[in-house]
Each structure stands twice: as C-alpha cells, then as structure tokens.
C-alpha cells in the first residue's frame, strides 16, 4: 500500500538581524528598470492585465477560503450592521473570482460587487458565475472599474458599501494612485464601513526571487523612484509593503481608523526537497469613522 506524500510543514517564523541583512543584500542586487519602459509599464498597466488573464484563464490562483475566518465581519454582516439587511462587499481587484465567490458561499446575507479594470477577467468571472449555484450567483454583480481612473469611484457607488476588499491589488499599482484610491474606497464606504485589506510584505519570498542571486536569474526588475516595486516578465508589477508604509497611507492620510494591522510571516518546509520558503503578508482592516467620533487612532 503507498503512502500518501507528506505535506509541507507550515510554522511562523521572526527573521534575526542578520537575516534581513542578508535579505536587504540580496534586493538591493535587481537590476533597474529604464524610465523609458517604467513608463510603458504604467501606460500598459491594464492591457498586460488583460494579456494576463488571456493566457492563464481562470487556472492561475486558487480560490480563497479562508477569507471569512480572516475577515469575520463579512460573515458576521448581518450583526455587524445591526439588522437582518443584506450588506454589500465591493472587491477592487477582483480578478476571475477566487475570494468574492468563496464569500458569497459563506456568506448568505453579504451582496457583492466584483470589480477589476480587466474586462477579460470580468468575462471570465461572468463565465464562470454561469456555473455556481444561483443561490450564489445571483448576489454576485460584476463590473469593470479601473481604481486608478480619474472616475473612480463611479458616482452611483458613493456611500453604498459596509466593505471594501482589497486582495493583492494595491500591489500591482504604482504609488502614484494611492492616494486617489485611498480616497476612492473611503468615498464607496458607508460611515462605519470597513476597508479589508491583505497585501504582499516586505522580504516576501517573492521579492528575494526577484532579485539576482547565488547564479539564479532574476524574475523580474526593479522599477524606478519607487522603493521595492518591481514589474514582472509579464508586464504585470508587484510592490511590497511595510506597516509603517500603509499606516502613513491609511492611516495619516486617509484618515481611517485601524481596527488590525498585522504583518505574517510563514515559513513553508518541504521536507521532502529539503527547502524551505519565507512568506510574508500584510492584513489589515479600517473603519471609516462615524460622524460622532472624536478622533482617528494612529
């Protein structure tokens, strides 16, 4: 009788000292991107998105499930707005699906709105919808938005949202827009409403991967007069945050209150292979503050 193939072992870790020295070695090694190109990246941004989801279908990212542990609000909606009303999640950067259908399965009373400024993603995700149970399919609206327009948000989305999610999408923006799009998710929520928000962080596997080292190719490059921010061989760009990055955004800026910022850090042992991969991530949740509140914690 075979035996099954032992999984990966997942455990938290803490880098040392000499362990983000080693890391800050190894990023400060990616080649730079030309400013001729970094500019033709930012014009191309959604065309090599759309490119993107041309070749890779809806085959690239598994759905996300462990969201409503994550997010609990959202699964707790209906107490969270103090009424048995629906509430309704709007995703920026929603891609084929892979977090707002996994929520709308888990959650009953939760309306959403899928968004991303790929129209291939989006016909995907209609497609897709086409084949989920209609208990599911028809809370789940889809649309086409680019964040970083001068529109966004659309007027009819103002005030209307108890969430905005935001997953692995700030990334693939350059720093430029944040503000707007701060601006922007804060306008689509209500006053009370909650931005859900889980992002790449500094020293994540695959920022040292994008980087030259020990005779491995680079993965991708280094784009300029933005600190780690990198555009893939695709076209597509990845940035990868610290705490005090996204507090000084949200937080000084924006205006929200935090209610979690927590920085993860997961080490992924194949034991089989002898290897081990360092993830990090970001996640966090904001409040959009309530006319009677005094102030704004930082």
């Known amino acids: 009788m075979s035996s099954l193939p032992a999984l990966p072992t997942v455990k938290g870790y803490m880098p040392t000292s000499d362990d983000l020295a080693e890391a800050d070695q190894v990023i400060s090694q990616a080649a730079e991107v030309p400013e001729f190109w970094a500019k033709k990246y930012e014009k191309d941004a959604v065309k090599n998105w759309d490119l993107f989801y041309k070749r890779n279908k809806t085959n690239f990212f598994k759905d996300r499930h462990y969201l409503v542990t994550e997010f609990g609000e959202v699964a707790r909606s209906d107490s969270f707005l103090g ?18 259908i996994p929520l709308a399965e888990a959650c009953p009373n939760l309306s959403i709105l899928a968004t991303d400024c790929s129209s291939v993603a989006i016909g995907l995700l209609d497609e897709r919808l ?4 209609a ?12 964040a970083t327009s001068a529109e966004f948000p659309p007027k009819d989305l103002v005030g209307s949202a108890d969430f905005v999610l935001l997953l692995f999408c700030l990334s693939a ?54 600190e780690d921010f990198y555009v893939r061989q695709d076209g597509t760009r990845a940035k990868f945050f610290t705490e005090e990055s996204l507090v000084d955004l949200w937080e000084r800026q924006g205006g929200l209150e935090r209610v979690e910022l927590l920085t993860h850090r997961r080490c992924v042992v ?3 292979q002898g290897k081990e991969m360092k993830r990090v991530w970001i996640q ?14 930082l």
């Open 83 to 100: 009424s048995k009303e629906t509430g309704l999640l709007v995703e920026i950067g929603c891609g084929v699906g892979n977090a707002v």
């Open 130 to 133: 086409k084949t989920e149970e």
């Open 135 to 146: 208990s599911v399919a028809q809370r789940i609206s889809t649309r086409v938005i680019d």
């Open 173 to 226: 923006i350059s720093e430029a827009h944040y503000s707007s799009i701060v601006d922007g998710c804060r306008k689509i929520l209500k006053p009370g409403g909650i931005v859900l928000f889980r992002d790449y962080g500094k020293y994540d596997l695959a920022q040292l991967r994008f980087s030259k080292d020990k005779g491995r190719a680079a993965t991708a490059s280094r784009l300029p007069g933005e």
């Open 270 to 272: 194949n034991r089989k």
């Open 284 to 297: 966090a949740k904001w409040r959009v503050p309530l006319p009677n509140d005094s102030h704004v914690s």
